[in-house]
């Protein structure tokens, strides 16, 4: 049997290694604003609560409903910064209605988003209508 000895300079590289990298939700925390996927198409604006299973989160949703999510389906509430938006992104973004719906960035231009819906529908926002999905 072989035995590996860990120095504390390894560690230290070994857990600053690790930190650097991003795991698909793992930036949520309880009480990040948020949206959540309730139904199919259908995401709703909310709070995080505690962790209600492996990987996931309670989520209480501003009309009162609560649903325990998966950090696959929870979006910071966050605008993000405009480095971070680049075509094929998949986002959240608002449309007419107010709401946010899950596609994904096609082109930019002129600050302008224009965004590919899941659904079909096509539409330009803004960099503050557009929320990051992991």
């Not at 719906?101 to 002129?110: D, L, R, T």
């Not at 965004?115 to 079909?120: K, L, S």
Request: aromatic fraction near 10%; charged fraction near 20%; include cysteine.
């Amino acid at each position: 049997m072989k035995k590996y000895i860990l120095t504390a300079a390894a560690a230290g590289l070994l857990i600053l290694s690790l930190s650097s990298i991003s795991w698909s939700g793992s930036n949520i925390r309880p009480g990040d604003t948020v949206y959540a996927q309730w139904t199919v198409n259908g995401w709703y604006h909310g709070t995080v609560g505690d962790v209600c299973g492996a990987g996931s989160y309670m989520v209480y949703f501003d009309d009162g409903d609560t649903k325990c999510c998966n950090t696959g389906i929870i979006v910071k509430d966050v605008i993000p910064p405009k480095t971070g938006v680049l075509p094929g992104k998949a986002v959240l973004a608002e449309w007419t209605d107010g709401n946010y719906y899950p596609g994904k960035v096609s082109v930019i231009n002129n600050d302008l988003y224009s965004i590919d819906f899941d659904d079909g529908d096509k539409r330009k926002v803004t960099l503050e209508q557009i929320r990051l999905r992991d």
